[in-house]
């Protein structure tokens, strides 16, 4: 018996494969046929590598915006590859795991003598710097240097430098501070003395982020150029400044200098005696390592938004969402037209009469209001993510199977007047072998043509919503061209945010709609023959 | 044309329909706010406002009421309240309550910036806030569509005769690709492309709703000069948007229209006027536009759910200060009564242009039998 039912298991499972392969050779005969199969094909490969590359937590990561990596990017950055056609770019470079280039004990000899004359070799921008003058390095120093060159001629937006600590528990981490200052050497010479911080060590190894400051170099700057003008003037835009030479004496405007740029950071450790610090940091017991980014004007393969995220991760999770909403609802809608056209022709009476009804009153209700009125009470209530997105789904399937089922009762009635069907009942045949053997295999091809054709709805549907401010908090095309829009002043300028998104939303619509065809005129014929 | 007996009947039988759907319509709404507890925000409005009316009526100048009076009768007052709306009772016997307002539109605006997008200030009731909104947004959908009319109804049988050929293929790539992309993701791009690549349009299109006003204010006064620098300014920042959804919906138009006309053509009549030496011009005219009218009918009919949906999703991508933007201003401000009568008057003005499209079908083509 075992053995029975497993051969015909098989027997199915082979029948299914066959005719898979038969009709994707049939599908693929058609030019419309090939391209909707490359185009979905290329559209599940980018939602595998995506659900590979991706962290599971995207979709939070996407919404804290106040939090790296998203501030690490250029705001508004442009894709890097548009260098090719002209753009001047400024790319971002992250230096991590920088190497470190000098370590040494500083203590000057008479204890007013700062800066001690050792300090010059070690850091040779200390003095030559624009600045006020830095709190003495004393104790253990440590230096590390990157350069980075800045080919067009457009202004980096920032530099920013991530300090993150290891310690032991041998070490009192409040009681061991670290000071981070930072110089930037330009190609024209000029050094600017760009931060400065005290850090405890426990602060460090929950790891900070440090940005440039205006304030200790501006001063010395308006002074250097002979500028009219204030430090808050001048500090607006911090990165003009650091990035560029004034054009006018009231810095009204400035021309970026090109070439190559020394960034120097250098530790100093306090709070413990040099030779003790130096002993822990050999042994391993504290390690500091720094890593330094240079944020640029240009981020990935297709840029950043207004809030420094990555355009291109949006637009990768993106795929998956989108064929897992489009396909799920298309299947339910499908099959719940399927079954209750199937009942509404075959059995007909007060059935028939019910649904019939039912489908009357589905047809005429127009779904956008009725989307909205559920987006806005879910988002009231706090749902987000997958069960707000789940929600929406639900009511979208609620409401389009009225157009399956008329379909499907026509076809039903039809089929259920053949001879054939008559002879099946004259023998003795079940209703249910009937309809499994007879109606549905027969409806089944139109039906996933059907399918086929109500994938690219709900997505759509979806993406409307967004657009219309109801914000279900999951990255998905719709809700990046969404985000667009909230802050139309600048991003429809921004033709990396607004096409690449919308582009996938009309090749995936198009590539179901294009397929859905095929079928249907691989399925029609057979459909008139009977 | 004198409607027969029939075709009232059958007049009569969908307006039973629609009037079903649109019960049901309500009742679900109620079911939805109710089991998500939406509705005890708007009714907390209702209230807020009703208490808020009520104290300026006891405080007016003129009452000789102590402070503390009028503190315990608005107290009063508002348990009144919470009592005949049921905030003090489950959802399934409160939100019920809700329907009657709704329906004779009974809500106040909540946020000050909704009533703002057509011009208006809080206090006001939605009703007079949609019935500006509502004339701007049918006005825009009726100008695209008559538009395609006029372009796809006479283009759709000469593209028909000419099948095949590079412009029937043209027409039918132009159809599937604005048929894959949403309409107002085009507006997206005409905006990013017209506006600020080219500058040939306006970025913004905040200023409409103040130069609509004060087109009427010009007609009213007649003032002429004002009114035509009003009405190049309006014709100024509403080209892009009626030039968008022209183009976004003629594909769909044309393809209906030329799908339609196909089988109308190869039609014996016709094979035979035109063999009585008939000029294209005049057989088309004559005996093809007539009768391809109806079913192009049916097209817009069933596409007019989907097209309204993205109508007003574009309004709030051009800021078209119609249901649109009141939709996008009402859910990102939290305006709940808002949103309740926007669904509301979305799905009755649907379901009366469904109705009346279905009886200028009947009227079109005498032999349909719904």
């Known amino acids: 018996m075992t053995e029975r039912r497993r051969e015909v298991r098989e027997s199915i499972v082979r029948y299914l494969a066959r005719s898979l392969r038969s009709s ?139 300090l993150k600590a290891m310690a032991s528990e041998k070490v009192n981490l409040t009681s061991v501070s670290v000071i981070p200052m930072v110089f930037t050497t330009r190609p024209d010479g000029v050094t600017l003395y760009t931060f400065e911080g005290k850090y405890t060590l426990e602060r460090l190894v929950a790891g900070i982020e440090i940005k440039m400051r205006c304030d200790l170099f501006a001063p010395r700057y308006i002074e250097y150029y002979r500028l009219n003008t204030t430090v808050d003037s001048l500090c607006t835009l911090l990165n003009r400044p650091i990035f560029g030479e004034p054009l006018d004496a009231r810095a009204s405007g400035f021309k970026p200098i090109t070439g190559e740029y020394q960034v120097t950071l250098a530790l100093l450790y306090t709070g413990v005696a040099p030779r003790d610090i130096e002993g822990l940091i050999r042994n391993g017991d504290v390690s500091v390592s720094p890593s330094i980014r240079v944020i640029g004007n240009s981020y990935g393969l297709l840029g950043t938004d207004t809030k420094g995220r990555d355009l291109f991760q949006g637009l990768l999770y993106g795929f998956p969402v989108a064929l897992i909403i489009g396909l799920s609802v298309a299947f339910a809608v499908v099959a719940i037209g399927l079954v209750l056209g199937v009942i509404s022709g075959y059995f007909g009476g007060r059935v028939d009469e019910v649904i019939q009804r039912l489908v009357d009153v589905i047809v005429n209700i127009p779904l956008l209001p009725l989307l909205v009125l559920v987006g806005v009470a879910i988002q009231t209530g706090g749902w987000t993510g997958w069960p707000a997105l789940t929600i929406i789904m639900a009511v979208l399937v609620a409401f389009s199977w009225g157009g399956v089922t008329i379909i499907v009762r026509s076809m039903t009635l039809s089929i259920k007047a053949e001879p054939y069907i008559e002879a099946a009942k004259a023998l003795g045949a079940s209703t249910w072998r009937i309809v499994f053997r007879h109606i549905i295999p027969q409806i089944v091809p139109y039906a996933t043509a059907v399918l086929v054709f109500s994938v690219p709805g709900a997505i759509i549907a979806e993406a409307g919503l967004s657009v219309l401010g109801i914000d279900h908090g999951l990255p998905t095309w719709g809700r990046i061209l969404a985000d667009a829009q909230a802050e139309r002043g600048v991003a429809y300028a921004m033709w990396w945010w607004v096409l690449p998104p919308g582009l996938m939303l009309g090749l995936f619509s198009f590539a179901f709609v294009a397929l859905g065809f095929t079928l249907e005129t691989i399925v029609e014929p057979r459909l008139r023959r009977r | 044309m004198p409607l027969d007996r029939r075709s009232l009947r059958i007049i009569g039988f969908r307006a039973v329909t629609l009037s079903v759907t649109l019960i049901l319509v309500l009742i679900m709404t109620a079911i939805i706010v109710g089991a998500t507890g939406y509705d005890r925000i708007i009714l907390d409005a209702v209230v807020r406002e009703e208490v808020r009316q009520y104290r300026e009526q006891l405080t007016r100048p003129g009452s000789e009421l102590p402070r503390e009076e009028v503190e315990r009768l608005v107290a009063e007052y508002r348990e009144y309240l919470i009592r005949t709306y049921g905030l003090d009772k489950p959802w399934y016997q409160r939100s019920l309550s809700l329907i009657p307002k709704v329906i004779v539109l009974d809500l106040h605006v909540s946020q000050p910036e909704v009533a703002g997008v057509v011009g208006l200030s809080t206090p006001v009731k939605v009703g007079d806030v949609i019935a500006v909104a509502l004339p701007r947004t049918i006005l825009m959908i009726t100008i695209a569509y008559a538009v395609s009319a006029m372009i796809a109804v006479p283009l759709g049988p000469f593209i028909a005769y000419r099948r095949g050929s590079t412009l029937d293929k043209g027409v039918i790539t132009y159809a599937a690709v604005t048929n894959a992309f949403p309409v107002w993701w085009i507006a997206m791009l005409a905006i990013a492309l017209a506006g600020f690549y080219l500058g040939v349009a306006p970025t913004s299109y905040r200023p409409i709703a103040k130069l609509i006003s004060d087109l009427t204010s010009n007609l009213l006064s007649l003032n002429m000069v004002g009114l035509i620098a009003v009405s190049r300014d309006i014709l100024y920042y509403s080209y892009l948007p009626i030039l968008v959804v022209t183009f976004a919906q003629l594909g769909g138009w044309l393809y209906s229209a030329r799908a339609v006309a196909i089988r109308v053509v190869s039609e014996d009549y016709v094979i035979a006027a035109k063999a009585r030496g008939l000029s294209e011009g005049r057989v088309v005219r004559r005996y093809v536009v007539r009768v391809i009218a109806g079913p192009i009918l049916t097209f817009v009919i069933l596409g007019l759910a989907g097209s309204i949906g993205g109508y007003i999703i574009t309004e709030t991508v051009f800021d078209w200060p119609g249901m649109g933007l009141l939709y996008y201003a009402s859910i990102t401000a939290g305006d709940s009564p808002m949103v309740l009568a926007l669904v509301y008057v979305t799905t009755l003005v649907y379901i009366a242009a469904r109705f009346i499209l279905e009886i200028l079908y009947i009227i079109l083509d005498p032999r349909v039998k719904l």
Do not use: H
């Open chain 1, 24 to 162: 994707f050779k049939e599908v693929w005969s058609y030019n419309l046929g090939k391209v909707s199969v490359l185009i979905i094909g290329f559209m599940v490969l980018a939602s595998i590598y995506s659900l590979l590359s991706l962290p599971p937590d995207f979709p939070q990561m996407w919404k804290a915006t106040d939090r790296p990596p998203w501030t690490l990017n250029p705001k508004q950055g442009y894709p890097v590859w548009v260098k090719y056609l002209g753009v001047p770019v400024a790319e971002t470079v992250s230096y991590e795991k920088v190497r470190l280039q000098e370590a040494r004990i500083v203590v000057p000899r008479d204890p007013r003598d700062c800066p001690p004359r050792d300090l010059d070799r070690v850091l040779p921008e200390f003095n030559k710097s624009l600045g006020l003058k830095p709190s003495c390095p004393l104790g253990y120093t440590e230096v590390y240097r990157v350069s980075y060159t800045l080919a067009g001629e457009v202004f980096p937006q920032d530099v920013v430098i991530v």
